[in-house]
């Protein structure tokens, strides 16, 4: 499928969500201005080249997972005084030449890069992106958001796959993502967050 008819897909997807939900998409292209006058904190949805992307509800999967991930991080975060760890819906704007705000599930902002956030989005890159996928969001979050993500410099791209319970982890290296893959115990060590180890049977005992 190329990314044009994903995109098509998507939007199709998306535009059913909106009238499931009485809010109509805008007619047209907008600036990321007029996208923050135009959404609510009510309203999940992305900012893609000037267009809007609403997204899907989360499963109850996936509740648990970000849950179990947002209090793992945060905890370990505040202990050792790193940052924020900051959970969707809160929008990233990603940096130019990059046209896209997205939302990720969860993120991580170290302490010197806190002057970034803004009351309602984060002007530039997390240190660490986690997206929990879903059948609809795979393509989206492996392939689209993978290469946006690399290329505006995100240090660790987390993806967390609740249907397979499988996970993958990438650390930019030189500008480009290299996958580490988890120790024999299933022990993910995080290079953002130092000592941070991430046990995966852990993890996937939050799901059904």
């Known amino acids: 499928m190329s990314r044009q008819d994903n995109h098509n897909l998507l939007k199709e997807a998306c535009t059913r969500y909106a009238v499931a939900d009485a809010r ?15 959404a609510d904190e009510d309203t999940l949805a992305e900012w893609v080249e000037g267009e809007v992307v609403l ?6 999967n996936h ?14 975060v505040i202990q050792h005084d790193l940052g ?15 046209k896209s705000a997205r939302e990720p599930d969860l993120i991580f902002v ?7 956030l803004k009351p309602a989005y984060l ?17 989206r979050d492996r392939n689209i958001k993978f290469k946006e993500y690399e290329q505006a410099g995100v240090k660790e791209y987390w993806l967390i796959h609740p249907d397979t319970r499988q996970a993958e982890f990438f650390q930019l290296q030189d500008g480009r993502y290299q996958q580490i893959r988890p120790d024999e ?24």
């Open 63 to 76: 509740q648990r997972l970000a849950g179990f991930l947002y209090m793992l991080i945060r905890e370990f």
């Open 123 to 139: 002007n530039g890159a997390p240190d660490l992106i986690i997206e929990i996928t879903s059948p609809e969001s795979l393509e």
């Open 55 to 60: 997204m899907t509800p989360a499963s109850l």
């Open 84 to 98: 924020e760890v900051l959970f969707a819906p809160f929008l990233v704007r990603l940096p130019d030449p990059l």
């Open 24 to 38: 109509p998409l805008p007619p047209g292209k907008m600036t990321f201005e007029q996208f923050l006058t135009w």
């Open 110 to 116: 170290a302490r010197e890069r806190l002057h970034l």
């Open 185 to 208: 115990d299933g022990i993910y060590t995080s290079r953002v967050l130092p000592g941070l180890r991430l046990n995966l049977n852990k993890l996937w005992e939050e799901v059904q």
